[in-house]
C-alpha cells in the first residue's frame, strides 16, 4: 500500500485505520483519522497538542532572531519538558531546534547580504551573532564560501533584467504604510509534493474559522512564508502558511497559530490573473523594480493578499496583492 500524507499535519498514513472518514463513511485518504471525521476537522490535529507549542516557539524565534535564545525558554514557551521538547520540535520540523534557528538565522544573513548595503557588523547584529568574525565563521561553514563572496556572487536576487525578460508586464504598485494587524493561519503541507496543498489548506483553515462566525465581508485573506526564497532556502525545508486576518481575536489551538503582522512601508503590487504569473511578479520585483527604484527590500515578512478566489471568478480575474516591506536607499 502506497504511504499517504496527511494534507491537516503531515502524518503518514500506512494503513488503512488510519485515514480519516468522510460524512458518507468512506475513507478520505488527504486527511488522517486523528484530523478528519464524519466529514469534519476535528478541534486538535496529531501532533496536534504539539503543533500549537511548536507554533508558539517558531513565532518567538522569528520576532527574536536578533537575540540571544536559549533553549530550556523555549521549552517554558513551549509549556514542555526540555527533554520532550526536543524530540517534539524534531518531529514536527523534521530540524532540531538548534539546527532551525542557525539555518534561518545564516538565510536571513545571506538574504541581507544580496538585497541590501548594510555592512556585515549590522548584519550579524540582525540576525543575532555577537561579532562579525562569529558570523563570517558559521557562514562558510553552512554555505561554503565567505559573506563577502557571498554577495558578490550572481544570483536571481543581484542580477538585474530588463523589463521584457521578466515574463510579465508592468505591474501597478504603490507604497502603503500598514498598522499592524493579527491573523490566523495553518502550515500548507508538503507544498511541493502535492499540487493541491494550498487548496487543502484553505478547506482546513476556512473550515476552523466558520465555526467560529467568521469570514465576513471585512475579513482579509493572506498567505506567507517564514523562509527566505527557494534560491537560498531549499524548497523542502520551506514552509508555506495561509491565513486570514483574526477579527474576532482568536487563539492558538492544534495546528491552527496566531501571527502578527509587522506594520511599516510596503510596496504593494497588485497582479491581475492567474497565480501561475506570480513566478514571474517575483521576478519582476526583485530583479527590475527593486533595482530600479528608491527603495530597497526591509525587515519585515513578504506576503500575498487575495482579492477573490477561483470558486468566485474566472482564472484570468483574479487579483493578488504582493507586499514587499521596502526602506528608502
Excluded at 511548536?54 to 540571544?68: C, H
Excluded at 497582479?271 to 519582476?284: E, F, I, M
Excluded at 528608491?294 to 477573490?308: A, C, P, R, T
Aim: glycine letters at 4%; proline letters at 4%; one cysteine or more.
Amino acid at each position: 500500500m502506497e504511504e499517504c500524507i496527511c494534507q491537516s499535519c503531515g502524518m503518514a498514513m500506512a494503513a488503512l485505520e488510519h485515514f480519516g472518514t468522510n460524512r458518507d463513511r468512506s475513507l478520505n485518504k488527504d486527511y488522517c483519522s486523528y484530523c478528519y471525521q464524519n466529514g469534519e476537522f476535528t478541534e486538535e490535529s496529531t501532533s496536534y497538542s504539539y503543533l500549537k507549542p511548536v507554533n508558539q516557539v517558531i513565532d518567538y524565534i522569528q520576532t527574536n532572531l536578533q537575540e540571544k535564545v536559549e533553549l530550556t525558554d523555549l521549552a517554558n514557551i513551549a509549556h514542555i519538558s526540555h527533554f520532550h521538547f526536543h524530540r517534539i520540535f524534531k518531529s514536527v520540523m523534521n530540524e532540531t531546534v538548534g539546527e532551525y534557528i542557525q539555518r534561518i538565522r545564516l538565510e536571513r544573513a545571506a538574504f541581507k547580504l544580496q538585497t541590501t548595503n548594510l555592512t556585515l557588523v549590522q548584519i550579524a547584529e540582525q540576525v543575532g551573532y555577537q561579532t562579525q568574525f562569529a558570523l563570517s565563521k558559521a557562514f562558510k561553514k553552512y554555505f561554503g564560501i565567505p559573506p563577502t563572496s557571498y554577495r558578490s556572487m550572481p544570483t536571481d536576487l543581484t542580477t538585474p533584467v530588463k523589463r521584457r525578460e521578466c515574463g510579465i508586464s508592468d505591474i501597478p504598485c504603490d507604497i502603503r504604510k500598514l498598522d499592524p494587524f493579527e491573523v490566523v493561519y495553518t502550515q500548507v503541507i508538503s507544498p511541493y509534493q502535492y499540487a493541491d496543498a494550498f487548496t487543502q489548506a484553505w478547506d482546513k483553515l476556512l473550515g476552523y474559522v466558520k465555526k467560529e462566525g467568521i469570514p465576513d465581508e471585512n475579513t482579509g485573506y493572506f498567505s506567507f512564508c517564514r523562509d527566505v526564497p527557494s534560491i537560498i532556502s531549499s524548497p523542502e525545508l520551506q514552509r508555506f502558511y495561509v491565513c486570514i486576518s483574526n477579527s474576532d481575536h482568536l487563539k492558538s489551538t492544534g495546528s491552527f497559530g496566531v501571527q502578527t503582522i509587522e506594520g511599516g512601508v510596503y510596496a504593494v503590487f497588485t497582479v491581475c490573473g492567474s497565480y501561475k504569473q506570480l513566478p514571474d511578479a517575483y521576478t519582476y520585483i526583485y530583479r527590475y523594480w527593486l533595482f530600479n527604484s528608491e527603495y530597497q527590500i526591509g525587515d519585515s515578512m513578504v506576503f500575498e493578499k487575495y482579492l477573490n478566489s477561483p470558486d468566485e471568478v474566472e482564472e484570468e480575474k483574479l487579483i493578488t496583492e504582493v507586499y514587499i516591506p521596502v526602506i528608502k536607499k
